[in-house]
C-alpha cells in the first residue's frame, strides 16, 4: 500500500532541527520496505545532471517495440515520417478530438500505424493534449497493434507537462496487466515522478516511488535519487532533504545524493542553506567531487562571494584536483560580470597550460564582456582563435559583435562570416538584424532582411512584426506600423501588450477616439495583400 499523505510542515520543521524524522517513520511515509524482485543490474547511479533513465534507450535496428509488425529499418524510418506528416496533416484538418470524427478521418492509416509513427505524431502534438490522447486512444482500437513503453511515457509525459496529471494517472493505472511487464519501465517511473514534482504534489511523486515495487521493480538508489532530483528541481528541496536524511540506512549518503540537495537549495537561491549542506559533506568525511565543488562555487558567485569563490576555485588546483570547464566558466562569468576582466583573462590564459580546454562557452563569455567595454580588437583576436583551435563560433558569439556594430557594411562581413563558418542564422539573429537596421532607417537593409526570413522559413515571426511595429511608430509612420500590426494578427500571431497599447495610441492619435475596429484608415477596402511578401499595403 502507498504511505499516507506527507506534512509539508513536518518535514520543514525536521529540516531546521536537523534531527532524524522520526514522525515519518511512523506515519510509514520513509519506513523500510522490501526489496522486490525486479532490478536492472546494468544500472548505476545516474550522473547529477540527467539520470541516465531519463535518456530513451536505444533498440536494435528493424525493430519496434510494442509493435506486432516489423519490417526492414531503413524504408520504416522513411515511411514512418511520410505516415506522420500525412496524419499531423489530417488531424489539423479534423480541428478537434471527436472520436467519431477522428476515426473517419484516420481509418485511411489504419494499416500503416506502428509505435514509431504515433510516437512521431505525439511528439508534434506536446501542446496540444487533446488531440494526442485522443490519438492515442484511436490507435489503441487498431488491430494488429498494440502501445509500446515508448509511446505510453510519452503521452504520460505530454499530460504531465499540462498539468493534468488525474488524466496521466488515470492512463498509467488503465495499462492492461498483461501489457505492464513490458511497458512499465524505470523511465516512466521517472516521467511519473518528474510531473507530479512539476505540479507541486509532493505527495503523489513520493507515493510513486513507493509504487515501483508493486510493479516488480526495486526500490533502489538510483530511484531514490531520481525523487530527490525531481523534489528539488521544483523547489520541494525542504521534502527531499527531509527523506535524505531519514532515509540513511537504506540508501547510503554517497556524494551523488548530497549533490542533488546542495543543488537544490542552491536552484532555489537559499545560499544559508547551501553552506550548511557543503559544511555536512565536508563533516560526512565523503569525497567531495567535481559536482560539488562547481555547485558550491556557482552558490558563492550567485551570493556575490567572488572573492570566496576564486580562493576555493585555487585550492582545488592546489589539492590536484583539476577544474573542468564548467567551473572555469563560471568564475570567468563572475569575474568579467564584476567588471574584473583582467583576472578573468588570467584564468582563460591559465586554462590551456593546465590542460583545460576552453569551450564555445568560455569564449562567449569573454567576448560579451569584451564587447561592452569596446575592446573590439581583443574580441576578434579571441573569434579568430576560436576558429584557429577548431571551437566554431554559435550564433550567440556573433549576435555579442553584432550589437556593437554601427554600419551596415560590418553587419554584412559578420553574416558572411557566419556562412563561411557553418554557423547558421536563426530567427534570434535575423531579428537582431532586424532591429538595428530598422533603428539606423535603413530601409533597404529591412527589406532584405525580410526577404531572406521568408526565403528561408526562419521568420518573419511575432517578434519580427514586433520590431517593425515598434521601429516604424518611432520614425512616425503610422499607417506602416498599423499594416504590419494587422498583418501579424492576420497570421494568428498575438501582439505584446505594449504593442496593443501602442497601436491604440497610434489609433488615437489619428482618429480621436476611434477604436482599432472603428478606424477608416484600417478598412478593408484600403488595404491590398501583396502576393510575394504577405504584407498589407495601403491603396493609393
Not at 541516465?52 to 525493430?63: E, N, S, T, V, W
Not at 523547489?235 to 554517497?254: G, I
Amino acid at each position: 500500500m502507498p504511505p499516507p499523505r506527507l506534512g509539508s510542515s513536518i518535514l520543514a520543521a525536521s529540516c531546521r532541527s536537523r534531527k532524524p524524522v522520526s514522525l515519518l517513520r511512523r506515519l510509514g511515509v520513509v519506513g523500510s520496505c522490501p526489496p522486490d524482485v525486479r532490478h536492472n543490474a546494468s544500472e548505476v547511479p545516474p550522473p547529477v545532471g540527467v539520470p541516465q533513465c531519463f535518456h530513451q534507450g536505444a533498440l536494435p535496428r528493424g525493430h519496434v517495440l510494442g509493435s506486432l509488425r516489423f519490417f526492414h529499418a531503413g524504408a520504416s524510418e522513411h515511411s514512418s515520417e511520410v505516415h506522420a506528416s500525412e496524419i499531423l496533416r489530417t488531424l489539423k484538418s479534423v480541428g478537434g478530438s471527436d472520436s467519431i470524427d477522428l476515426g473517419t478521418a484516420l481509418h485511411q492509416f489504419d494499416a500503416k500505424i506502428d509505435e514509431d509513427v504515433v510516437l512521431k505524431v505525439l511528439q508534434k502534438q506536446r501542446s496540444n493534449w487533446q488531440v494526442a490522447l485522443a490519438f492515442f486512444k484511436w490507435a489503441v482500437g487498431l488491430p494488429g497493434y498494440v502501445h509500446g513503453s515508448r509511446a505510453y511515457t510519452e503521452m504520460l509525459d505530454i499530460l504531465g507537462r499540462m498539468k493534468k496529471v488525474r488524466l496521466m494517472r488515470q492512463l498509467f493505472d488503465e495499462i492492461p496487466e498483461e501489457r505492464q511487464g513490458a511497458v512499465v519501465t524505470n523511465r516512466m517511473f521517472a516521467v511519473l515522478l518528474n510531473r507530479y514534482a512539476g505540479a507541486h504534489k509532493v505527495q503523489e511523486a513520493v507515493e510513486v516511488f513507493y509504487l515501483r515495487k508493486d510493479y516488480g521493480f526495486e526500490l533502489d538508489l538510483v530511484g531514490f535519487q531520481i525523487l530527490l532530483m525531481s523534489l528539488c528541481r521544483y523547489k520541494h528541496v525542504e521534502e527531499a532533504e527531509a527523506l535524505f536524511r531519514e532515509k540513511k540506512e537504506e540508501f547510503p549518503h554517497v556524494i551523488k545524493s548530497w549533490n542533488i540537495i546542495l543543488n537544490g537549495w542552491c536552484v532555489k537561491g537559499s545560499f544559508r542553506d547551501a553552506h550548511r549542506i557543503w559544511n555536512d559533506i565536508i563533516a560526512s568525511k565523503v569525497e567531495r567531487d567535481l559536482f560539488t565543488y562547481g555547485t558550491f562555487i556557482n552558490a558563492l558567485t550567485k551570493d556575490g562571494r567572488i572573492s570566496a569563490a576564486v580562493k576555493l576555485f585555487n585550492s582545488m588546483w592546489e589539492k590536484g584536483i583539476n577544474p573542468d570547464v564548467a567551473i572555469c566558466n563560471c568564475i570567468i562569468d563572475q569575474l568579467c560580470f564584476k567588471k574584473r576582466i583582467p583576472e578573468a583573462l588570467e584564468i582563460f590564459g591559465e586554462m590551456n597550460d593546465r590542460r583545460c580546454q576552453a569551450d564555445v562557452a568560455t569564449y562567449n563569455t569573454l567576448i560579451k564582456h569584451l564587447c561592452k567595454i569596446k575592446r573590439m580588437e581583443k574580441v576578434y583576436e579571441l573569434l579568430d582563435e576560436m576558429e584557429a583551435k577548431g571551437c566554431p563560433p554559435n550564433t550567440r558569439t556573433y549576435s555579442y559583435i553584432l550589437k556593437t556594430t554601427e554600419k551596415s557594411k560590418d553587419v554584412t562581413a559578420l553574416m558572411q562570416r557566419m556562412e563561411q563558418s557553418g554557423c547558421k542564422l536563426d530567427s534570434d539573429t535575423y531579428n537582431l538584424v532586424l532591429n538595428l537596421y530598422i533603428n539606423w532607417k535603413y530601409e533597404k537593409g529591412v527589406q532584405q532582411v525580410w526577404d531572406e526570413m521568408e526565403r528561408s522559413g526562419s521568420g518573419p515571426d511575432q517578434r519580427s512584426f514586433t520590431i517593425m511595429v515598434h521601429g516604424l511608430h518611432s520614425q512616425g509612420k503610422l499607417d506602416e506600423a498599423l499594416h504590419y500590426y494587422t498583418t501579424m494578427k492576420s497570421r494568428g500571431m498575438i501582439p505584446e501588450p505594449r504593442t496593443k497599447i501602442l497601436v491604440k495610441a497610434i489609433y488615437m492619435k489619428k482618429d480621436g477616439a476611434a477604436t482599432e475596429d472603428e478606424s477608416p484608415s484600417i478598412t478593408g477596402k484600403s488595404l491590398k495583400l501583396d502576393p510575394r511578401s504577405r504584407i498589407f499595403h495601403v491603396q493609393k
